[in-house]
């Protein structure tokens, strides 16, 4: 949703503000300005030369091999209530035209952009200068002010403009979060490390951990399959909050566990933390994501639900070296979501 605009002064001071030098700032202006000319002439474009030899173009639509030619100029003015600018408009008009003589093109319309709004003193200059060079010259010349510029960000066409150059406008754009997969077969589960931490933590029941989990999982894997590295960063940063959120409260509830090392609240407390932690740039989760997060953590090695929870992973690794050391097949161990070893940091579930 957009909100209404600032008047130009204020609207246009952004450039300045959102860049760390004046050049910075025209330089942004003049990409706004194509990209603004863009929305009603699709076939719009810039050119760009070395020490500023650019024949007097910011904008242009036409042909420069010999065609017509129209030429948008952007002067980044803030303001214009005196005669300082006049100087600057009449050699940049004289520039652009001698650079047309010399390559065989024709201006037919020549159009001044200025964040400023003109004193209407300048204004009359301006297009008293406009109606003498139109007669001399042939070119027609116009004016978009800050209000014309105002304005036509106002149209819907221009919707993605205002976005880009003026967000502060428009209500944040928030990414659906992606769908939640679920499975019906938790077996598959059964000899996983982060379903044997909640039954030394006292669990029986585990389908819901097993759901997160597989969501999660599920997840991280479509998006390495898609080589969406961002949403990835995305997931890893998520699971370093979930990380945070065990470690903080494991260290808290670890001096008042039993004497088996249970800590009786601690499973629910992280779990509903994990569940708020806030999305990462880039990628919107849902909270069964978030809480999944926490179950990989753990079936990574990273943590678990009593304070014994390294000797249990360790016993379960040692198992499951066993099984495949009998014979059996380490394929069918993994599948069931055993990890003899921690995966790499960089391949961490968020």
């Known amino acids: ?24 700032a025209r330089a942004r202006f003049e990409s706004f300005v194509t990209d603004l000319v863009k929305v009603q002439w699709v076939d719009a474009m810039t050119v760009s030369a070395r020490n500023h030899n650019d024949w007097g173009i910011d904008t242009f639509v036409g042909d420069l091999g010999g065609g017509d030619v129209s030429i948008w100029q952007s002067k980044y003015f803030l303001e214009w209530q005196d005669d300082s600018p006049q100087s600057q ?5 004289k520039s652009a035209s001698t650079k047309a003589e010399e390559n065989g093109y024709r201006i037919v319309e020549w159009t001044l952009v200025v964040p400023a709004v003109l004193h209407p003193k300048q204004m009359k200059w301006f297009q008293a200068w406009a109606g003498r ?22 149209s819907a066409e221009a919707f993605e403009v205002r976005r880009e150059y003026f967000p502060h406008t428009m209500d944040p754009v928030i990414p659906d979060a992606p769908d939640v997969a679920f ?13 044997r931490q909640l039954h030394a933590a006292g669990f029986t029941e585990t389908s819901a951990a097993c759901g997160m989990y597989f969501a999660t999982e599920a997840l991280r894997r ?3 399959a898609k080589q969406s590295a961002k949403e990835l960063q995305a997931l890893r940063t998520v699971q370093l909050d979930v990380h945070g ?31 708020q932690v806030p999305d990462a740039p880039g990628l919107s989760l849902q909270r069964a994501h978030k809480q999944g997060a926490a179950h990989i953590l753990v079936e990574d090695h990273r943590a678990g639900w009593v304070t014994h929870w390294r000797d249990v992973a360790a016993q379960h690794a040692a198992e499951a070296q066993q099984l495949f050391a009998d014979g059996h097949d380490g394929d069918d161990v993994m599948a069931k979501g055993s990890h003899d070893e921690p995966r790499d940091s960089e391949e961490v579930v968020a």
């Open 89 to 93: 408009v009449r050699d940049s008009f």
């Open 133 to 154: 060079t139109r007669r001399s010259s042939g070119t027609r010349i116009t004016i978009w002010q800050g209000d014309t510029l105002r304005h036509r960000l106002m």
């Open 1 to 24: 949703m957009a909100h209404p605009l600032a008047d130009p002064p204020q609207l246009f001071a952004r450039f300045d503000s959102d860049n760390l030098s004046s050049g910075a």
């Open 183 to 195: 499975t019906e077969d938790y077996t598959a589960f059964d000899d996983a490390l982060f379903v």
């Open 245 to 275: 959120v065990w470690e903080t409260r494991f260290n808290e509830h670890a001096a008042g566990a039993s004497a088996d090392g249970r800590m009786h609240t601690l499973y629910r407390i992280v779990i509903d933390e994990a569940g």
């Open 222 to 224: 479509d998006l390495e």
